[in-house]
């Protein structure tokens, strides 16, 4: 079974550009979240989406990211203008549904680490 | 918001030693899981827990939940220079209405040969 896949794997860019990272999640998978890792520390929740619906962008940094799920499967976010405190592993993650701890587990991808200079 | 306390923060033994870490939380969890993050990677799940009190086992790792759903704790046994990595507790709240996942710090485990 194919694995959540993120790209691109690095980003370089300058503060005030705009960057975008794609997901692709679990084929199947309902459930699709974008999580932000700082050096050092755990991921941090930044938006969820039950197909192509959002159930939670309540840390999402609204004036600066967006995240979309169009069709309900692949998901971009985007930041526009980057500041340098971006600078993190963002994280894409899937799960089947939402309907029982079981079937909640989150299953991550490799993560695109993004440096904003 | 929800916060998880993890420690120890890093940890350094000698292959085959014994590991413990352990995860609390001021917050009620529904579930307790815990990740592995090799490096350059994203964190993969080791073991789920779903009810207080329940202790389970994947080889040489066993995690238990604990009575309070405020603490869960993991045990490496034998330890091998594979083991060494970054490893997140999490809680899960919700169960079946919007689970929202939160993790601690990290304990980073180097395993000297």
């Known amino acids: 079974e194919a694995g959540v896949a993120q790209s691109p794997r690095y980003k370089i860019i300058e503060k005030r550009q705009s960057v975008a990272f794609w997901c692709n999640p679990i084929?199947?998978?309902?459930?699709l979240y974008w999580y932000q890792q700082i050096l050092g520390q755990g991921p941090k929740l930044l938006i969820q989406?039950?197909?192509?619906?959002?159930?939670?962008d309540s840390q999402l940094p609204k004036d600066r990211f967006s995240a979309e799920r169009l069709k309900g499967v692949d998901s971009t976010l985007k930041i526009q203008p980057a500041k340098l405190e971006d600078s993190a592993v963002y994280l894409c993650?899937?799960?089947?549904?939402?309907?029982?701890?079981?079937?909640?587990?989150?299953?991550f991808g490799p993560g695109t680490r993004l440096l904003v200079l | 918001g929800q916060q998880l306390n993890q420690s120890p923060q890093s940890m350094f033994i000698q292959e085959g030693e014994d590991v413990s870490m352990n995860c609390t939380s001021s917050?009620?969890?529904?579930?307790w899981l815990w990740y592995k993050q090799d490096p350059g990677e994203g964190p993969v799940l080791l073991i789920a827990l779903y009810k207080a009190g329940e202790l389970t086992s994947n080889g040489r790792l066993t995690a238990q939940f604990g009575i309070t759903r405020k603490d869960s704790f993991l045990n490496i046994s034998a330890s091998i220079p594979s083991d060494v990595g970054i490893y997140f507790c999490a809680g899960l709240t919700g169960g079946t209405s919007y689970g929202k996942l939160t993790f601690g710090q990290g304990t980073i485990l180097t395993v000297h040969p």
């Open positions: 989406f039950q197909n192509n619906g959002v159930v939670d």
């Open positions: 917050s009620i969890f529904n579930t």
């Open positions: 993650a899937s799960s089947f549904s939402r309907s029982d701890p079981i079937q909640e587990t989150q299953y």
């Open positions: 084929s199947g998978h309902a459930t």
